[in-house]
């Protein structure tokens, strides 16, 4: 059995290690056959220590300038992760009024550090931020911009304004989270932008402070965050010669983390992922692009801080041979971690309970949802598993729990977070009741 990578690399990297005699998978000093026991499957399990440690290690990196992080709620919405990071003073990026909801029952401290993105506010969203007094928002049409300017007039309320504008900039990812390019549906395009910024500056309730960009999501290298933001900087400066004077730069979010941490096919590590340098060139690529720019800058980090802190802890329910393909099929579905078939997502796949005695085979891991793309995995190396093992789907932190649904009626797993040898239940199970709570059948 080859050497797992999990002792090989840097700890930090993510909290899930081996320990114990029977050497079992654990979130930093919590069994997860014990969690999977007290707690049941499919199940969420969130390292609280290693979320602080990113957070720490991205407001390092921007330490010798004014900045602040505004974590991306939609990677991970839960209300305690919100209230944790609300207490390490994030603030947040918020695409929807219920978001907002949610980092207002954070903190009414902390909403007031929110930005408001998004191509579809409505009305009733833009003016709960209004009433909150959020810190920008962060406009993406023109037509925004006019809707905004009549909610702020009419409430009498002041809005400080950013426009998200496109930078047209290219990054290497997948096309379903690629933004900044001038076909996509985000933003302005910056030749259009100084028409919107000059209407925006006659409007009594709104104070044009700000320019925003985001290109994209799981972006691997700084320079297109650099390229993006010599673009915004060259804005900023236009923009000052006619009397605009940009208070906030936001950089949006998208830097990327390393999923894959062994490569099962040839046997080989995969170049070591270093969250602190990719932390540090992130910084260096802006920090080049602003040079001496007098401005607050905004960082909207989702995927980087949540990421790695998650694994999706789940039970096989059967192993089954169809023709010369063997299936893993396990009690967690695409309706509870959907990356695998939408974006044919890598995600490392290790037993829980490690047995050196088992051998290795060929799987496609499967969940229960009636669909061909219900997989996890497709021709994947593992220990040879039984009905009743337990297995961990790594880096499931973002993006797993927000996108998951209750598509074949299925409720969504329960959420804990794991405080050193403590786990706390941070969201229950959902029931079917739960699913049925709002349908009405008495009028058939
Ligand atoms: C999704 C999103 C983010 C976060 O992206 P990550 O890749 O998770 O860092 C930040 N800003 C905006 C506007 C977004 O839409």
Same mark, same amino acid.
């Given at each position: 059995?080859?050497?797992?990578?999990?002792?090989?690399?840097?700890?930090?990297?993510?909290?899930?290690?081996?320990?114990?005699?029977?050497?079992?998978?654990?979130?930093?000093?919590?069994?997860?056959?014990?969690?999977?026991?007290?707690?049941?499957?499919?199940?969420?399990?969130?390292?609280?220590?290693?979320?602080?440690?990113?957070?720490?290690?991205?407001?390092?990196?921007?330490?010798?300038?004014?900045?602040?992080?505004?974590?991306?709620?939609?990677?991970?919405?839960?209300?305690?992760?919100?209230?944790?990071?609300?207490?390490?003073?994030?603030?947040?990026?918020?695409?929807?009024?219920?978001?907002?909801?949610?980092?207002?029952?954070?903190?009414?401290?902390?909403?007031?550090?929110?930005?408001?993105?998004?191509?579809?506010?409505?009305?009733?969203?833009?003016?709960?931020?209004?009433?909150?007094?959020?810190?920008?928002?962060?406009?993406?049409?023109?037509?925004?911009?006019?809707?905004?300017?009549?909610?702020?007039?009419?409430?009498?309320?002041?809005?400080?304004?950013?426009?998200?504008?496109?930078?047209?900039?290219?990054?290497?990812?997948?096309?379903?989270?690629?933004?900044?390019?001038?076909?996509?549906?985000?933003?302005?395009?910056?030749?259009?932008?100084?028409?919107?910024?000059?209407?925006?500056?006659?409007?009594?309730?709104?104070?044009?402070?700000?320019?925003?960009?985001?290109?994209?999501?799981?972006?691997?290298?700084?320079?297109?965050?650099?390229?993006?933001?010599?673009?915004?900087?060259?804005?900023?400066?236009?923009?000052?010669?006619?009397?605009?004077?940009?208070?906030? @730069?936001?950089?949006?979010?998208?830097?990327?983390?390393?999923? @894959?941490?062994?490569?099962?096919?040839?046997?080989?590590?995969?170049?070591?992922?270093?969250?602190?340098? @990719?932390?540090?060139?992130?910084?260096?690529?802006?920090?080049?692009?602003?040079?001496?720019?007098?401005?607050?800058?905004?960082?909207?980090?989702?995927?980087?801080?949540?990421?790695?802190?998650?694994?999706?802890?789940?039970?096989?329910?059967?192993?089954?041979?169809?023709?010369?393909?063997?299936?893993?099929?396990?009690?967690?579905?695409?309706?509870?971690?959907?990356?695998?078939?939408?974006?044919?997502?890598?995600?490392?796949?290790?037993?829980?309970?490690?047995?050196?005695?088992?051998?290795?085979?060929?799987?496609?891991?499967?969940?229960?949802?009636?669909?061909?793309?219900?997989?996890?995995?497709?021709?994947?190396?593992?220990?040879?598993?039984?009905?009743?093992?337990?297995?961990?789907?790594?880096?499931?932190?973002?993006?797993?729990?927000?996108?998951?649904?209750?598509?074949?009626?299925?409720?969504?797993?329960?959420?804990?977070?794991?405080?050193?040898?403590?786990?706390?239940?941070?969201?229950?199970?959902?029931?079917?009741?739960?699913?049925?709570?709002?349908?009405?059948?008495?009028?058939?």
């Amino acid at each position: 059995m080859p050497r797992n990578f999990l002792e090989t690399m840097n700890s930090s990297i993510r909290p899930f290690r081996y320990a114990g005699a029977n050497s079992s998978l654990h979130c930093d000093q919590a069994s997860l056959t014990s969690l999977a026991a007290k707690f049941g499957t499919p199940l969420y399990v969130y390292s609280r220590s290693h979320i602080a440690g990113r957070f720490e290690i991205f407001d390092r990196a921007f330490a010798h300038r004014p900045h602040l992080i505004c974590y991306a709620v939609k990677a991970n919405p839960n209300l305690s992760i919100l209230k944790f990071l609300a207490r390490m003073g994030s603030g947040f990026d918020i695409v929807s009024g219920g978001e907002l909801e949610r980092v207002l029952l954070a903190g009414r401290r902390a909403a007031r550090r929110a930005v408001f993105s998004g191509v579809g506010k409505t009305a009733e969203e833009i003016d709960l931020a209004l009433r909150t007094g959020i810190l920008l928002f962060n406009v993406e049409s023109g037509a925004e911009a006019e809707l905004l300017a009549a909610r702020a007039r009419r409430l009498r309320l002041k809005a400080r304004v950013s426009l998200r504008v496109n930078p047209d900039v290219f990054a290497e990812t997948h096309p379903y989270i690629s933004t900044g390019l001038r076909e996509h549906k985000f933003g302005i395009g910056i030749g259009e932008s100084h028409k919107i910024y000059r209407q925006m500056a006659k409007e009594p309730f709104l104070e044009p402070v700000g320019v925003s960009v985001h290109i994209g999501s799981q972006i691997r290298s700084a320079e297109p965050f650099g390229v993006a933001m010599e673009r915004v900087a060259e804005l900023v400066e236009q923009l000052k010669s006619t009397g605009i004077r940009i208070q906030y @730069v936001d950089a949006g979010g998208g830097v990327g983390v390393e999923y @894959v941490g062994f490569d099962a096919q040839d046997g080989k590590k995969r170049a070591a992922f270093d969250p602190q340098d @990719v932390a540090a060139r992130y910084a260096a690529a802006i920090d080049r692009a602003l040079r001496g720019l007098d401005v607050t800058l905004l960082l909207e980090p989702g995927r980087f801080l949540v990421a790695q802190a998650g694994a999706l802890l789940t039970r096989i329910l059967y192993v089954k041979r169809n023709g010369r393909k063997n299936f893993l099929i396990t009690d967690a579905g695409m309706n509870d971690l959907i990356r695998p078939a939408l974006y044919r997502a890598h995600h490392e796949i290790l037993p829980v309970v490690r047995d050196r005695a088992a051998g290795m085979s060929t799987f496609d891991v499967v969940g229960p949802v009636c669909e061909t793309g219900d997989f996890f995995a497709r021709g994947r190396r593992l220990q040879r598993a039984k009905s009743g093992d337990l297995l961990a789907l790594l880096d499931t932190g973002a993006y797993g729990m927000s996108l998951s649904s209750n598509y074949n009626s299925r409720p969504r797993p329960a959420e804990v977070l794991v405080e050193g040898g403590r786990a706390r239940l941070i969201r229950k199970r959902e029931t079917v009741a739960d699913l049925l709570r709002a349908e009405r059948s008495g009028l058939l």
